[in-house]
């Protein structure tokens, strides 16, 4: 683990190979990152529906998408993702023998989040009227079954799209788009500090660094050898 002062050396080793007008895009895309709202995936099975959701939090500027993997395997499909896994923090839940649902929520009320599962049951509240004043963590359930029974009964709040026609439910990446659609421009203009810590900022943007700079790893090495630092280095892989 690498102290504050050898990150802070690190970033600014990178820098010298970052344009200035990446970095400043760099910065841009910081500036706008929370992880006052953030996604769960239950039990996706098809790659392109996992991949779309994961590309648009991306693209809406949440930081962290958390990934339940009980009964299916996170795969990927790269032509959907257009890079976007890069730039977010994956939290997978896959351990073996245990329930991977409970796993998340636990590490996600630990951090302080309201659990939201979306539901098409007419009982549900509708996303209009969700308040984001808190901490949520909006879950998305599988393409076949929706979300889990432990995650029926374990939520703080079940939540609907309103529909007005006569399919029941929507594709997985649309709810999750239209999700995000409804709630981040609540956030964004609330007076709620949504926005990432200055540490975590410290701590995204070297490891945006290490993505943007080709061989980071070796010049990382490189570099903390020079320091006397014996830390293995991070690939940026």
Not at 165 to 189: D, H, W, Y
Not at 218 to 229: A, H
Request: include cysteine; charged fraction near 25%.
């Amino acid at each position: 683990m690498l102290s504050s002062e050898h990150r802070q050396l690190l970033t600014d080793h990178f820098a010298q190979y970052i344009s200035d007008h990446k970095k400043e895009f760099i910065t841009r895309v910081l500036d706008q990152r929370t992880r006052h709202i953030t996604m769960v995936m239950e039990n996706i099975y098809q790659s392109q529906n996992a991949s779309a959701v994961v590309r648009t939090c991306e693209c809406m500027g949440l930081q962290d998408v958390h990934i339940i993997e009980d009964q299916s395997k996170y795969q990927t499909n790269i032509k959907v993702l257009k890079g976007s896994n890069k730039w977010l923090d994956l939290i997978r839940y896959k351990n073996k023998n245990i329930n991977n649902s409970e796993a998340c929520f636990n590490a996600l009320r630990e951090k302080g989040y309201k659990i939201i599962v979306t539901d098409p049951s007419p009982e549900c509240i509708s996303i209009d009227e969700v308040s984001v004043n808190e901490k949520m963590a909006i879950v998305m359930g599988n393409e076949l079954n929706g979300i889990s029974s432990y995650a029926q009964q374990h939520c703080d709040l079940r939540v609907k799209i309103p529909m007005y026609g006569f399919t029941e439910s929507m594709n997985i990446s649309v709810s999750a788009a239209i999700c995000m659609n409804t709630l981040m421009p609540k956030l964004r203009n609330s007076s709620i500090g949504w926005q990432l810590s200055e540490e975590e900022k410290k701590d995204t943007r070297l490891q945006w660094f290490r993505k943007a700079v080709r061989k980071s790893d070796i010049i990382e090495r490189e570099f903390l050898s020079k320091l006397g630092v014996s830390t293995v280095s991070k690939s940026n892989s």
